[in-house]
């Protein structure tokens, strides 16, 4: 069981440039969630999906898109990337009940220069 | 929207002696999940352990227990026997079960935990 897969693990950017990050996940969640982490700091969310095709914004959204055309895949567009954007981002998963933990992949450290 | 507070930033404890972190929490609902995720440098989340709200009993996990106090919004996570492998960031979290928020966990902003050999 692959879990939750989170491609690239690093990755440098311009200013201005876009990229994708990728998520995927194995365990037929509908639940999937996309959240970055400052350095020190705790995880704040982006956005979530409650369903493939159901997607909603969290506390920080400005500056990124995401998209859910299946249960398995939950990508994170960053267009014209900027410095803020700088942070580790975390994709999660979880299955109902609700008492289930999330299951979360191992993040992708993003330099924006 | 919830809240979660961590008001340790850093705390130490001496191998094989026993360390509490304190977190609290703000809500209007009456029914939620609460969770303590570990970090480690290897960034991995990893869940420690978890609390149902309309439960009174604490949940304990080997060595790791909850003190939850629900009037009082509060749900530190007690170590006991502490390991060197113990030595992380310890995360609080709150989880709504609100069909309007996507069931998000919500975190506080960590506290570093030291193991001293």
């Known amino acids: 069981n692959a879990g939750v897969t989170q491609t690239p693990k690093f990755r440098i950017l311009k200013i201005g440039q876009s990229m994708t990050l990728q998520c995927a996940q194995d365990?037929?969640?509908?639940?999937m969630y996309w959240y970055r982490q400052d350095p020190g700091m705790g995880l704040k969310l982006i956005y979530y999906s409650v369903g493939a095709g159901i997607t909603d914004k969290g506390e920080v959204p400005n500056g990124y898109n995401v998209s859910r055309s299946t249960t398995e895949d939950f990508p994170l567009r960053l267009e014209l990337a900027a410095p803020s954007q700088t942070s580790v981002y975390f994709c999660?998963?979880?299955?109902?009940?609700?008492?289930?933990?999330?299951?979360f992949g191992n993040g992708t450290r993003l330099t924006v220069t | 929207a919830q809240t979660v507070t961590q008001s340790q930033p850093e705390m130490s404890v001496q191998e094989a002696e026993t360390v509490t972190l304190s977190c609290t929490y703000d809500t209007s609902e009456s029914d939620y999940y609460l969770f303590w995720y570990k970090q480690p440098p290897s960034r991995q989340m990893i869940l420690v352990i978890r609390q149902e709200a309309y439960k009174q009993q604490n949940a304990t996990e080997n060595r790791f227990s909850v003190n939850f106090q629900k009037a009082a919004k509060s749900f530190s996570l007690k170590i006991s026997d502490s390991q060197l492998g113990d030595a992380a960031m310890y995360f609080c979290?709150?989880?709504?079960?609100?069909?309007?928020?996507?069931?998000?966990?919500?975190f506080g902003e960590g506290t570093q935990l030291t193991v001293n050999p």
């Open positions: 365990m037929n969640h509908n639940y």
């Open positions: 999660a998963s979880s299955v109902t009940p609700l008492n289930s933990p999330l299951h």
């Open positions: 979290a709150y989880r709504s079960l609100g069909e309007t928020s996507g069931s998000r966990l919500t």
